[in-house]
């Protein structure tokens, strides 16, 4: 296996960032704190469903340290639904209803925690003091909150013009299922639920804005993980030309997928900063942040699989509905993800999908690490698990006659994924990654040498599991690389950065291509005046979308360095080497120059600049792949589980993934990490409550829980590097791959772990939480009881 | 999550905690450590007019042995300090054993011995195990109208201070100022233990027990009581009279187990149904109790 590496790429560098993240100096939203600022609160639904009939801010707007108490009523032509950010993709026969919301409440809530009025004051604890001032009388209504009865006929309609709350329908097939199950020697079905649950960022979002009427310039500072998209919007909402609007989403704690998303606050916070002449700040609370972000949350699915008695998969047919909250602004990226990352890395020659999304008053759905990916992993992997229990094999097995081989690639699956690009997978290790978990975590052996019962009285467990991440979509990024005239090498780029490492990684690019060292380069993320075109940091594209424009750029600049520096040295390019942050001669170190002193050179002070050329050591490059490039990894755990008292403790877990070229190790095992947490707490910990009433039960960290450091074991991480055949870098994404497939091998690993005391157990439903998994351990003996007496 | 508007009392002493706490016509809340009453503050859950902040009494911080071979643990004791403090470990190993169940390292820190009883919260460790050891609060006013010196003081079971779920005897004019925690007899054992979600969260329940062994490896007395078993901290008396004059035989154990478990009154929420907490219940007495008498034992 090659890569693209040199020096620095696929070295352990240690990060550029962290010096001032961990010291504290680090710029995030909320230190921004412009003279003169005003805080906002909003005023938002308790209910989630209901009718405004009358909203009174009289009192809130009299109160001392008040600023101003803005209703709909007050905003004009900004009173209009917001955008859909991503279309459908042209599917046959595929039905999409978009529905999003305006800024806020006209006279429909449709939500918990919609926002119904806006109050600016002196502090927030006095916004807050006023907030509690405003009364709003609202006429309840039913809420739709069970996703199971969400498409009824006689549900309560959540948007009157629709004719039910059926948000979109699609339905994509390969092959015949029906006769594939015909000839099948074993067909399983189950219906499985799949809860995710909310972001977690630790910084909850913050919007800053100042309008300086005398230079007629908005500035605005975000959590966005879309600067450029989101300052463009900004822009045409309020009349600016784009030019006059800089957004800067600096260091972020945290994206996870909601900060994709556009939020009215966006456009509120810029607005009432130009209508008050004043600074405005508005920092989201943890509280606010359970109905006001995004989140991910329930899918049910009726799922089949049909084998043969050797195990192979003959085809799978998914029924699901998804579950979209109110509103769906971000198209139909989660449910279309499910559909296609259901497949995996298997070879499935008929293939049977159709889904329904589903309006709810809930909050508003849009991806969150994993994006719907785990949802499909979790319903293929138990349906392998049961298919091999239907046929006496181990798990293992089962998936080692079914992985495509590596052989076999480019590999078609035949049908459309999220990029409106056929659902390809470039490269990837399936077979090698499966066998290197099972060696590492000693599956061969596990089952005969482990001493099942340990002295606490706890019985142990092991799960095998494979995924498949589909990663580093277009359209595209790009990247600004120039040398300055000190000898810094400073890169500008769109993608924001929530702790992904980039001001590293991009560096190590950079560094490679022209021979400085990483803490040479000075990165510039995230900042519409360095660099306005781009989209985002999403669906793990950065090192792969924005890393190869970088590495684009640096290739340009190398030749301008290059060309300047033959001709200072008077030799011929191909004699020269970068390094050590000048060009020199092969073979005659002393014949040099440094990069300083040519980046002096190309922008003389006199002298004409060559016709054809620029001035400077300077590049700009764009990358847009012509599809998704796919990762692949096979995770594998150890679990203790009480029977007693149904709590399960993760003793082991081993991760062997491919992520193409890695760049910096220490970051990509950050990812995993992390991704690993956060599919840890939605296997175990993580779930929104909602009551009857569709209010939000559990809306803080007492309640809601995630995983803490406690609770997340060390992980033994495995890089495997087969390189994407759709880049340069040969990169793929890494972002969420860890997060994916953790529910569907921690449901394994208890299974086995359960599987002398309570034979039979099926865990299909996530999160399998002790609560959950005490019923079903309950009903499985209420079960062999009557079993036993009928007997 | 900012707080309503409150007047902020920093007391130097105890007689100006009692004096700004003596005006009942303002509704006063003493401030100790802070890890619940700030949270509920910023959630505009209370909104008391008046905080009277007791850090700086240094007369409250004080954890004095007693003659009797107890301990008297000023209400403003950290939950750290039953963790890290000999004294404490040595006169009351259950206090020490417990306090790690206690939240966080962080929460410890902050958070005090007297505000957490006084929250009087049936989720809390630490009333279940005072519960257990048989401790009694003393109370503090400063005297009212007609009344002669400067203070009045009260000293009650923790058993009759306990009324509801956050609900307790405590008068709007009185403080916390102190627990007393009696010695502990010789062949005695104790043993605590919970069933969390995570490490430092509320227990979905917890046990607290004490039994006593005379000479011939009979139980002569016992006490449990519950975290999260019912809507106030309480003891289970049923429960303990049952291993009382018995040997603790494993039968004899899962017998006071299954008493406690019947008896108790645990509610549904979010994180476990009654069928579950019960369960919890009893595997957590019949753990606790075994581990008690194995104490006892040695």
Known sequence: MSRAGGTWVGARVPRNEDARLLTGRAQFVEDVEPPGALHVAFVRSDLPAGRLRRLDVDSARAHPGVHAAFTAADLGPLLRPGAVLVPPPPLEGLVFHARTALPLVRDRIRHQGEALAMIVAESRYVAEDAAQLVEADIEPLDPVVDLGHALDDDAPRIHDDLPSNLAAHVRQTKGDYAAARARADLVLERRFSYDRGIGGAIENRAVVAEWDARADRLQVWDTTQAPIPVRNVVAAALGLSESQVRFVAPFVGGGFGPKIMFYAEEILIPWASIQLGRPVKWVEDRYENFFATTQERGQLHEAEIAVTREGRILGVRDIFIHDSGAYDPYGLTIPINTQCTLLGPYRVPNYESEFRVAFTNKPIVTPVRGAGRQHGVFVMERLLDLAARGLGLDPVEIRRRNVIGSDEFPYNHEIMYQDFAPLRYDSGSYEASLEEAVRLVGHETFARERERVQADGRVVGVGVVNYVEGTGIGPYEGARITVEPGGTVRLATGVGTQGQGHFTSFAQIVADAIGVKPSDVRVVTGDTSDFHWGTGTFASRGAVVAGNAIHAAALSVREKILKHAAEALEVDPDDLELADGGARVRGAPDLSVDLGALALAANPLRGAVEPGTEPGLEATSYFGPPYGTTANGTHALVVAVDPETAMVEILRYIVVHDCGTVINPTIVEGQIHGGVAAGIGNAFYEELVFDEFGGTSNASFMDYLLPTSTDVPPIETTHLETPSTLNPLGTKGVGEGGAIPVAAAFAQAVEDALADIAPGLEILDIPCSPGRLFELLRKLREASTQAGETA | ?298
């Open chain 2, 1 to 298: 999550m900012k707080p309503p508007p409150f007047d902020y009392v920093a007391a130097a002493t105890l007689d100006e905690a009692l004096e700004a706490l003596a005006d009942t016509s303002l509704e006063a809340r003493p401030l100790a450590g802070g890890q619940s009453l700030v949270p509920m503050l910023n959630f505009r859950l209370a909104a008391p007019e008046r905080l009277v902040d007791l850090n700086g009494i240094e007369e409250l911080s004080r954890v004095e042995e007693t003659e009797d071979g107890g301990l008297r643990l000023g209400a403003m004791i950290r939950h750290s300090a039953l963790e890290r403090d000999p004294r404490i470990a040595h006169r009351s190993p259950l206090l020490a054993e417990a306090a790690p169940f206690i939240a966080h390292p962080q929460i410890r820190s902050r958070g005090t011995v007297g505000g957490s009883v006084a929250h009087a919260d049936p989720a809390a460790e630490l009333p279940a195990v005072l519960l257990t050891l048989g401790a009694r609060v003393r109370l503090t006013r400063r005297s009212r109208d007609g009344e002669s010196g400067s203070r009045v003081e009260r000293t009650l079971d923790l058993g009759d201070f306990f009324l509801g779920p956050f609900f307790s005897a405590l008068e709007p004019d009185e403080l916390l100022t102190a627990i007393e925690v009696p010695p502990s007899a010789s062949g005695e054992g104790t043993a605590f233990d919970e069933v969390a979600r995570r490490r430092g969260d509320y227990a979905l329940a917890g046990v607290a027990a004490r039994v006593r062994l005379d000479s011939r490896g009979v139980c002569d007395a016992a006490a449990i009581s519950l975290v999260n078993g019912g809507s106030t901290p309480c003891l289970m008396r049923e429960a303990a009279q049952a291993l009382v004059g018995e040997e603790p035989t494993p039968e004899a154990i899962e017998a006071a187990a299954a008493a406690c478990a019947e008896t108790s009154e645990p509610a549904a929420d979010m994180h476990a149904t009654e069928a579950y907490r019960r369960h919890l219940i009893r595997v957590l007495t019949s753990r606790v109790l075994s581990h008690a008498a194995d104490r006892a034992r040695t």
